[in-house]
């Protein structure tokens, strides 16, 4: 396959990689700027730089930047796009984005892919890209109305790539789990450094303070977007797990420790219902 | 020197284990079961089984139990504890226990030094502790009104064993920094399992949900006694907490990415300059 990666941020790059690693397609990047090109096609991550001409032989098109840059590039070069490629994106975010990528496959005879990596890093760009970000990690696919061959062909890229398990899922549940699984830790961790003891916090801190903060370091261009783009399941999960505290809290004020002990416990139970 | 230890759970274990492992001390150990005794005695953990009356050659004496039970072994036995020991706790809170610990210390002549070794896991007892447990992890000792002398052994003897910073604070300053370090992650994990959408996560989730949720494999009843021994400071916190949660979740709701972005730019900053 001809596959065209848009973007050579730390997710597109990584894409690059791995596909260059652990498949025989031929890769074109594209970016707004060239120093990551160049460095791509210096270290073998890409065959070739391309350009919106390359689309129309793209068999596969991966839009590896922010959301709304990732309908735009399509908006702006849907023209271009040969009608037999498979087009995904890899946003933190589904519902809007694949409502609106769907209706240009539709409108321009390509075909629209969802799909999602659930890997990354506190750091952002290509020089921290890696062939083995996703190895073992979830890949979520969201098929919308695409025919089986091309999810097919999404999927069995996918499990060359080395990702560990693959789900299907439609837009709307994709977006209530990530809330949950990972845009609350991203909204938490911001929220627990804000504490005025956080800079306080070293000779007194182990490992829970470094799991729960990690991600604070937060790009906050990007995730803003993914916030406001999943505001309602996002901001019932923030409720949710306030509502949760409140009640930890005040059974720690009422003081009763076998009462505590009991809430507290329950976490224990679902913990290890999971298996973790 | 003669080191008593009491209560042979991965605190105590893992203490006993590299105190053999890193210095020349003779370990006795004293634990309610006696299984654990057999098997610290069988691995070389502990060089002999201890009772009170070992108090009497016992030039320091380590509590590695609950809080309450470290206070209760104390106070059952403070007649036998020889007058030269230095006695230190390995609480996790320390205001009320020092304050009560230095009261017998006091009264018996025996000297008394708060001491929080910031290192554990998510599974307890003898056979998950290890000799490195405490390699590169905070130590924070709490002198309370003990002498020089005192302070330095105990500090002399945790060089050794390999933690990594050793700080020294009051009683009050110990439990408003852990009420943030360590506390309240471990609130947290237990709220963000109890989403509904915990169970489904599976397929959807990657390494900041495993780094939120780690902790809530909660051990319920140590934590119970934790938490409600350090109520107010622990209350601020997670009061504090919730109050930059809604910060955040206002601005979601506004929808302003530009502000949102930088309330959540903070997060980098505060971790940037942290170093982290």
Same mark, same amino acid.
Request: charged share 25%; aromatic share 8%; hydrophobic share 40%.
């Given at each position: 396959m001809n596959i065209v990666i848009s973007g050579m941020g730390i997710i597109g790059g990584s894409m690059a990689k791995a596909i260059k690693k652990y498949t025989d397609n031929y890769v074109y990047g594209i970016n707004r700027s060239p120093l990551p090109l160049k460095k791509a096609l210096e270290c073998g991550a890409i065959d070739e730089i391309g350009n919106s001409d390359t689309l129309e032989k793209a068999d596969m098109l991966v839009l590896c930047t922010y959301p709304e840059a990732s309908v735009r590039f399509v908006e702006e070069n849907a023209d271009k796009i040969n009608k037999s490629c498979v087009v995904i994106d890899t946003c933190g975010i589904k519902s809007g984005i694949c409502q609106r990528l769907s209706q240009l496959a539709d409108e321009y005879g390509f075909t629209f892919v969802g799909f999602h990596p659930m890997a990354g890093k506190e750091k952002n760009g290509f020089?921290? /890209?890696?062939?083995?970000?996703? /190895?073992g990690a979830n890949a979520i696919i969201v098929?919308?109305?695409?025919?089986h061959s091309a999810v097919d062909k999404v999927a069995s890229l996918v499990k060359k790539l080395r990702f560990g398990n693959v789900v299907f899922a439609s837009p709307e549940e994709h977006d209530r789990m990530i809330a949950y699984t990972s845009q609350i830790p991203h909204v938490l961790a911001c929220a627990y450094v804000f504490s005025p003891n956080c800079v306080k916090h070293k000779g007194f801190s182990g490992g829970s303070y470094r799991d729960v903060s990690?991600?604070?370091?937060?790009n906050a261009s990007l995730w803003s977007e993914l916030f406001i783009e999943n505001k309602e399941p996002l901001v019932n999960e923030i409720d949710t797990l306030i509502n949760n505290l409140n009640k930890i809290k005040d059974e720690i004020k009422k003081g009763d420790r076998e009462e505590l002990a009991k809430v507290l416990h329950q976490g224990k139970v679902i913990k290890e219902a999971l298996g973790e």
């Amino acid at each position: 396959m001809n596959i065209v990666i848009s973007g050579m941020g730390i997710i597109g790059g990584s894409m690059a990689k791995a596909i260059k690693k652990y498949t025989d397609n031929y890769v074109y990047g594209i970016n707004r700027s060239p120093l990551p090109l160049k460095k791509a096609l210096e270290c073998g991550a890409i065959d070739e730089i391309g350009n919106s001409d390359t689309l129309e032989k793209a068999d596969m098109l991966v839009l590896c930047t922010y959301p709304e840059a990732s309908v735009r590039f399509v908006e702006e070069n849907a023209d271009k796009i040969n009608k037999s490629c498979v087009v995904i994106d890899t946003c933190g975010i589904k519902s809007g984005i694949c409502q609106r990528l769907s209706q240009l496959a539709d409108e321009y005879g390509f075909t629209f892919v969802g799909f999602h990596p659930m890997a990354g890093k506190e750091k952002n760009g290509f020089d921290v /890209s890696e062939a083995d970000l996703f /190895s073992g990690a979830n890949a979520i696919i969201v098929p919308c109305d695409a025919p089986h061959s091309a999810v097919d062909k999404v999927a069995s890229l996918v499990k060359k790539l080395r990702f560990g398990n693959v789900v299907f899922a439609s837009p709307e549940e994709h977006d209530r789990m990530i809330a949950y699984t990972s845009q609350i830790p991203h909204v938490l961790a911001c929220a627990y450094v804000f504490s005025p003891n956080c800079v306080k916090h070293k000779g007194f801190s182990g490992g829970s303070y470094r799991d729960v903060s990690r991600v604070a370091n937060i790009n906050a261009s990007l995730w803003s977007e993914l916030f406001i783009e999943n505001k309602e399941p996002l901001v019932n999960e923030i409720d949710t797990l306030i509502n949760n505290l409140n009640k930890i809290k005040d059974e720690i004020k009422k003081g009763d420790r076998e009462e505590l002990a009991k809430v507290l416990h329950q976490g224990k139970v679902i913990k290890e219902a999971l298996g973790e």
